[in-house]
């Protein structure tokens, strides 16, 4: 199992400081003691940072904390290893690969037994680079996607969205398929057990959400009113309604909105 | 213009010293003052830490020196901008793609001008995420390794190294070609202008390399001698006899040996 962390927002946000104390839940005070991933948008490309190591203690993660990355769109992972090489850089999420001049990123949460011997999801053009189930997924995606779209359509979500609900429905029937995905421009959630967001404005130029868990500190570049979802494991923050997200639907984040 | 730099070792290698002295040259020392970038192998993949701003004063790359990332293939890159985005993440080298389940890492020195409208160097299955002539050009290459290549054959340097070399010889023909590239298994080099290196056995199980300019302190995790390869735009040690690098040859590395 692993823990989901992601954000979405229609300005440059630094949201460092929800890493640091997520992180705390990778070692201390979760299970979850075999590697963290974040990604930051940065372009059409992403900022990947991430160590085969608990992310409790780790000084690459203080350091992150440390730097102001602003990003619109943050993807985070913190994983209890279920492959045999629990050390590995390649086997730690978040994975990467490019489509068509955008940049996809992709985490998952949970088991999908027997995907590597089902024929819908072998690789043709994007091959896994490590030996989890979860880039085997996403390379099958990759594949889908570059068959199923157009060198310019790879942002048009009337055509994508489809073909990766498609995906996610194939991939729910080999197991737990709770993921997060982004594509430099929209931020797409599936839950098949466990998965939370919210969705809100707000109006202090340096809000935080903050819990025992876990504390988001935005602090946008501009001053003013702030569009901002947040997308995790469990809920973060306790005097709010964060919303389940509905099993088997693939969910769209753009700016700091739900749109699908 | 831009300074490179490579490693390649017969064993997993400490060579972390090497990148702040290195990193001096980028910012107050050279007039490379706009974004630096390294690799380092981590089994089919690569640690890419890269960054928009000057190496000179970088807290990142401090922090790259205080950890002990230990690889047998390095590659590093300190730039000056030549686009119109200078600050661009997506813009700063090293590139990676990956081919067949291997990650590829490109890194550049020297412009081509006219390759963006060269119809031998159009994108097909691989697209920019920046704007460099580099990036554009190494998408072209992972274009026709994809072809000339069957997905075994990804780490096959009989087959692949033909393909390689027919296209650094275009890539010439546009301009300036100093690059350094990796597959995760070999590390390839071409020199149009300037390219030196040193391939030799070192003795002592801790041996360090100096100048003014650069420090590469090896420190292997196993003693013995150790084969060891260094690439870099200029010699970066005087009591040694380094050798320039055959202009318009790809020439291989592997652990630690020039093989071609």
Redesign the interface.
Known sequence: MCELFALSSDRLTNATFSLGVFGERGGSLGPHKDGWGIAFK????F??IKEAAPASGS??LR?VE??EFRSEIMLAHIRLASVPRVD???NTHPFT???????HVFAHNGDMPGILSDSRFI?T??????ATDSEWAFCALMDRL?HALL?YEVLNLEKKLPAIQHWANELAQTGTANFLLSDSEYLYAHCSTRLFYIARQCAAPHESFSSTTLRVALHPQEEGGQHVSLIATQPLTTNEAWLALPPGEVVVFHHGRRIF
């Not at 053009?125 to 490590?130: I, V, Y």
Request: include cysteine; aromatic fraction near 16%; proline fraction near 10%.
């Open positions: 940065e372009g059409r490309d900022r990947l000084a690459c350091f440390s730097q590995s850089y390649t690969r490019e489509l068509y001049g955008a940049c690789p053009w994007n091959f896994p680079l490590g570059r060198p």
